[in-house]
């Protein structure tokens, strides 16, 4: 969840950035890290981060969730957890950023050019004005209803970044119950991954009704 959070935002803005300059350096440097991050295996970047910034550097741990030498209370614990967890949610929100990103691109384009905001402009309106409060509302509707879709994605992409990382998280969990053919926690993390999945669109149309009025209007 974090992963797709953070990629949600940072792509978003990515996005919006490039779109005001469609020919510019930024926006060519946004599409290029887009397919990089499209078309290069999760486990492949996980593998990359680990051997920079885990071996070579030595900024974050290589493995596992926390360190349990760690004395302390809720803060250190929550630190060291939070230093764990960076890379693997650098490695899990690459895919997402890439989609976020070229998604809200490509709608902001298609936004910029529409009659409304031709008729801000014409009213003497700041480019800030016009592009983050009339434009950036108009088209984050295609890219929440695509975050809505990718919840299920969190899963089941999660299960190689765990094992690159050693991340005992639940896609883990599900890949060794397949292996060990335990039923009972097979059918619990399918029930959990359901659960999820409603709550991301039931979360995703709140979101659309907030973003776009028209979403939730009678008429």
Do not use: C
């Amino acid at each position: 969840i974090t992963a797709q959070l953070l990629a949600l935002f940072i792509g978003v803005i990515m996005g919006v950035v490039s779109a005001r300059k469609p020919n510019g350096i930024l926006s060519h440097f946004v599409t290029f890290l887009a397919l990089f991050g499209y078309a290069a295996p999760v486990f492949w970047t996980g593998i990359l981060l680990l051997i920079a910034f885990s071996l070579k550097v030595q900024w974050f741990p290589v493995a596992g969730m926390q360190d349990v030498t760690i004395e302390g209370g809720f803060w250190a614990h929550f630190v060291d957890v939070a230093r764990h967890m960076v890379l693997p949610v650098i490695t899990l929100g690459s895919l997402f950023l890439a989609l976020y990103s070229r998604l809200a691109r490509a709608t902001m384009m298609e936004t910029l050019g529409s009659d409304f905001v031709r008729t801000a402009k014409a009213k003497g309106l700041s480019t800030n004005q016009v592009v983050y409060k009339h434009a950036l509302k108009n088209s984050l509707s295609p890219v929440i209803t695509l975050a809505g879709l990718q919840f299920s994605a969190v899963i089941s992409g999660a299960v190689l970044v765990e094992a690159v990382f050693s991340w005992p998280g639940l896609g883990t969990l599900a890949f060794q119950s397949i292996i060990a053919r335990d039923t009972p926690t097979i059918l619990g993390i399918l029930f959990f991954s359901a659960l999820v999945v409603i709550v991301g669109n039931l979360l995703t149309d709140l979101a659309l009704r907030l973003v776009d009025p028209r979403v939730g209007s009678k008429g």
